[in-house]
């Protein structure tokens, strides 16, 4: 990570320039959003009063996105970003980070944005949510099936009905349903920073809205560390279903 870009970035977002290209603010925005920063209040006012309207609707729906993993919920700028969105793109991603950013205004901003259900209904229809299953995955479920066989299910939507955002809104890589427990496979995508190159362990913005989602539904969340289960394998599981 470059502290100094990361200090640029933040401090240009605190002030934008009204004249700023819509894309570099979209870029800007995401860039601290993946990197787990806050997206300062000032971004987020500029986007009401006068960033929105100058953005494709991709770039709404991504700012969006990148509003609710930074955890700065202004309503106002979420009406506005959301109209655009609306209007401007109907892309499988952009509409997947539509619903996210619903079911996160809603659990941890306190208000709703545009028609949750019809949007959640949209993205079941699109089949919206739908993942590949990675090798590892697939190797970490076989040694806790045989571990503890018939409990796991993989790919589960945590979500039994539309009243944050709908079923395709996010899903884990392994759940035990009935006792709200989930183990999410972590690949190298999910770390901004992680061994065996550092003893340093961050995850990007994503990954940790995702488990602060979680936690607020009530799961225990466990996590295989993909550079753990190179180097240990099954074992590793030991420590993750304590």
């Not at 502290?3 to 009204?18: D, F, K, M, N, T």
């Not at 979420?78 to 205004?105: H, I, P, V």
């Not at 990954?207 to 550079?227: D, H, I, N, S």
Request: with cysteine.
């Amino acid at each position: 990570r470059n502290v100094g870009i990361e200090r640029r970035a933040l401090s240009w977002s605190s002030s934008i320039p009204p004249s700023s290209d819509s894309n570099v603010v979209h870029n800007v925005l995401w860039g601290l959003a993946t990197l787990g920063l806050q997206i300062p209040a000032e971004a987020a006012t500029y986007l009401a009063r006068e960033g929105a309207g100058g953005m494709k609707g991709e770039e709404a729906a991504s700012v969006l996105w990148s509003l609710c993993v930074a955890g700065r919920f202004d309503q106002e700028a979420f009406e506005e970003l959301w109209e655009k969105a609306e209007k401007g793109t109907d892309s499988a991603e952009s509409r997947m980070q539509m619903l996210q950013a619903q079911m996160g205004a809603k659990m941890f901003g306190g208000f709703e944005v545009g028609d949750i259900e019809a949007e959640a209904d949209g993205a079941m229809q699109r089949g919206e949510g739908n993942v590949n299953v990675s090798r590892m995955q697939r190797q970490v479920t076989e040694a806790l099936e045989k571990k503890m066989p018939g409990v796991w299910e993989m790919e589960h939507y945590p979500f039994s009905s539309c009243d944050l955002g709908g079923l395709r809104a996010m899903n884990v890589d392994l759940a035990w349903p009935d006792k709200k427990i989930c183990i999410e496979v972590q690949g190298p995508s999910h770390y901004l920073v992680s061994p065996p190159s550092t003893d340093r362990i961050i995850v990007n913005g994503a990954t940790a809205f995702k488990r602060r989602v979680l936690e607020a539904m009530g799961w225990k969340v466990g996590e295989v560390e993909w550079w753990r289960w190179k180097k240990e394998g099954p074992k590793c599981l030991k420590d993750v279903l304590k």
